[in-house]
T-cell receptor, first 113, second 116 residues
Framework: SQKIEQNSEALNIQEGKTATLTCNYT??????LQWYRQDPGRGPVFLLL?????KEKRKERLKVTFDTTLKQSLFHITASQPADSATYLC????????????FGPGTRLSVLP | NAGVMQNPRHLVRRRGQEARLRCSPM?????VYWYRQLPEEGLKFMVY????????ESGMPKERFSAEFPKEGPSILRIQQVVRGDSAAYFC??????????????FGSGTRLTVV
């Protein structure tokens, strides 16, 4: 069956360190993979997109990698800050236009001062 | 330049009543998606609509749930005869017509439905 898994429900790291979140999937062949941030009581906010033919994408302190052989995406936040504390969701979609994005369960990140 | 507007933010219904959730997409967006999020769970896809058309309703429960996106006005998610298990946060997202959401969905703040 198709499944999207994200590493441990919660991740605690010290301010200034790099946070690494994982997204693993089975029985999907996604053409696109996205990462979102969700704060309590709010809707998710889009952060980054990476395509199946891209290995890595960067945006400010964020970096995403996409390994279609391992069926895994890694999401890194460098020089983490307490304001980065939130739940991070990965979402993926197969290539055909008109299909929706499927979301993983999310990882709750806490950056401790 | 308002984002995706959902109302109400909070909705309390007694078992057996009807719940109507509204979503106005971002200006220029004609694709609307509804997701449900249960406490401590991820977002579950329900339905994908374009103006006057349901494109994909594979995530919608077969009974009591319906969705529409009329030519004029907001998209409506309707839940008839609500039960306690319907209690959840319901999120609406929109995307422009030309991208299929590839460059990200814009989400509303959600409607939190509580069935008592």
């Amino acid at each position: 069956s198709q499944k999207i898994e994200q590493n441990s429900e919660a991740l605690n790291i010290q301010e200034g360190k790099t946070a690494t979140l994982t997204c693993n999937y089975t029985n999907y062949s996604p053409a696109y993979l996205q990462w979102y941030r969700q704060d309590p009581g709010r809707g998710p906010v889009f952060l980054l997109l990476i395509r199946e033919n891209e290995k890595e994408k960067r945006k400010e302190r964020l970096k995403v990698t996409f390994d279609t052989t391992l069926k895994q995406s890694l999401f890194h936040i460098t020089a983490s800050q307490p304001a980065d504390s939130a739940t991070y969701l990965c979402a993926l979609r197969a290539g055909d236009y008109g299909q929706n994005f499927v979301f993983g369960p999310g990882t709750r990140l806490s950056v401790l001062p | 330049n308002a984002g995706v507007m959902q109302n109400p933010r909070h909705l309390v219904r007694r078992r057996g009543q009807e719940a109507r959730l509204r979503c106005s997409p971002m200006k220029g967006h004609s694709h609307v998606y509804w997701y449900r999020q249960l406490p401590e769970e991820g977002l579950k896809f329900m339905v994908y609509l374009q103006k006057e058309n349901i494109i994909d309703e594979s995530g919608m429960p077969k009974e009591r749930f319906s969705a529409e996106f009329p030519k004029e006005g907001p998209s409506i998610l309707r839940i008839q005869q609500v039960v306690r298990g319907d209690s959840a946060a319901y999120f609406c997202a929109s995307s422009p017509p030309s991208t299929g959401g590839v460059y990200g969905y814009t989400f509303g703040s959600g409607t939190r439905l509580t069935v008592v």
